[in-house]
């Protein structure tokens, strides 16, 4: 079985647990003003969800919510992102590391991080990925947040200063160790000249900024909504580079996971094919949208955040024993596998009492939604997230609620890989 959402490794809980002093170095704050941190703390969640419509993108240049962003939502949007990179292999070899592209320094692997606002995905690497930091990797950060983009630099220079390393922003001639490089650009995501300034990348990262596309859309216009995935798709994949990756991560919330059920189908039309969290075929069974309609997401428990994080949301009445995500791995190349006698599931929900005294879950495979069930002590190690392999049934009966088929865990010639 393997795991969607490991727990964080022993240095990825270090760098979480030296992200929150790095952040207070770089941004101290009087003890007034560290007072009312959880009162803003709430404001800018309000403001974040019940009063976005009202929201303006220069929100990051208000001292008093950047530092509340700074203070609860990067840690934790950096904590999200942790229990989930490493899964991913995003390593060296993935990055397919393609010498000489245009404007790119030798040997680099490009990351085009859109919406990055203070930097979070380059931190989230640096903490969940330190295998990576021997690896040349030049991040181009965009956003329409000035104030955002320099706070997420200084906040990076002070963290890699705590790992012993000099940090390297726009230029290579002040970096000793770090040999990361990161180039900021101020501009509107899908401008022309993001386009010209970026060469193709290996890896393409769009991280809570897709409900920036659809945030005007009606609920029920699910054509408009369709059709803003589609552009948005696009834009990636001029972006990305021939083997290049693209990754876009939302709130496990029913809207994203709607826009992101348009946008896997965008990819997959134009030749793409979805690395994770998919074994579905082409017809996602898990559209949302509908009442009643299953939604793409993941619950991911927070036990291993930082003490210290857990007690900021706890005064600021926002406390969260899970962290929900919605999210798709692409790839512009993708050698699609034929049928065998495998099937390939992942879980895509928590368990659930059954008749007969049996729990289920949901899972996805490729035969579409599938019902897990067998008894507590074996439906229980299905985490949510994890994927197997089981030798394909000859025939598999379908739930008469759901409609999904059913996978009787139960059945020893079944389980090869638990």
């Known amino acids: 079985m393997n795991l969607l959402f490991p727990p964080l490794s022993d240095a990825a809980?270090?760098?979480?647990?030296?992200?929150?002093?790095?952040?207070?170095?770089?941004?101290?704050?009087?003890?007034?003003?560290?007072?009312?941190?959880?009162?803003n703390v709430a404001r800018l969640s309000s403001l974040l969800t019940k009063e976005r419509a009202g929201l303006n993108c220069g929100y990051m240049s208000d001292p008093v919510l950047l530092n509340a962003y700074l203070r609860y939502f990067l840690p934790w949007n950096v904590f999200r992102l942790s229990r989930l990179l490493p899964s991913l292999s995003l390593d060296a070899v993935s990055f397919d590391m393609a010498l000489g592209r245009a404007g790119a320094p030798a040997g680099a692997v490009e990351i085009v991080d859109l919406g990055s606002g203070p930097l979070t995905l380059p931190i989230a690497f640096w903490i969940a990925l330190?295998?990576?930091?021997?690896?040349?990797?030049?991040?181009?950060?965009?956003?329409?947040?000035?104030?955002?983009?320099?706070?997420?630099k200084k906040l990076f220079s002070e963290l890699t200063a705590r790992d012993g390393m000099v940090e390297n922003t726009e230029n290579t001639e002040n970096a000793k160790n770090c040999v990361w490089q990161i180039k900021t650009r101020r501009a509107a995501i899908g401008e022309r000249l993001l386009i010209n300034f970026a060469a193709s990348a290996s890896l393409v990262c769009a991280v809570n900024v897709c409900n920036e596309m659809f945030q005007k859309i009606p609920q029920a216009d699910t054509e408009s909504l369709s059709a803003a995935a589609q552009k948005f798709s696009k834009l990636l994949l001029d972006l990305a580079g021939g083997t290049g990756r693209i990754l876009?991560?939302?709130?496990?919330?029913?809207?994203?996971?709607?826009?992101?059920?348009f946008m896997r189908k965008a990819l997959i039309d134009q030749g793409c094919g979805i690395e994770a969290p998919c074994f579905a075929p082409d017809k996602c069974p898990m559209r949302g949208g509908r009442r009643g309609h299953k939604w793409c997401h993941f619950n991911v428990d927070t036990n291993d955040a930082p003490a210290a994080l857990h007690k900021l949301s706890a005064k600021a009445l926002l406390p969260k024993e899970k962290v929900t995500l919605s999210f798709l791995l692409a790839?512009?190349?993708?050698?699609?596998?034929?049928?065998?006698?495998?099937?390939?599931?992942?879980?895509?929900?928590?368990?659930?009492?059954?008749?007969?005294?049996?729990?289920?879950?949901?899972?996805?495979?490729e035969e579409g939604l599938t019902l897990i069930r067998g008894n507590r002590a074996l439906v229980e190690k299905y985490r949510q997230g994890s994927s197997f392999q089981v030798e394909r049934p000859s025939m598999m009966p379908r739930d008469a609620k759901s409609g999904a088929v059913i996978l009787n865990l139960e059945d020893a010639a079944l389980a090869i890989n638990n």
């Open 331 to 365: 790839a512009k190349k993708f050698r699609k596998k034929a049928a065998g006698r495998l099937l390939n599931a992942r879980v895509i929900s928590d368990a659930f009492l059954l008749p007969e005294n049996k729990l289920g879950r949901y899972a996805c495979s």
């Open 248 to 261: 876009v991560l939302e709130p496990g919330a029913p809207r994203p996971a709607q826009f992101l059920h």
């Open 130 to 152: 330190p295998e990576l930091r021997a690896v040349p990797l030049r991040f181009i950060c965009v956003d329409q947040s000035d104030a955002a983009l320099n706070a997420g």
């Open 13 to 39: 809980s270090g760098g979480m647990e030296k992200l929150l002093p790095a952040i207070d170095a770089a941004f101290p704050l009087k003890q007034r003003f560290l007072r009312e941190l959880p009162k």
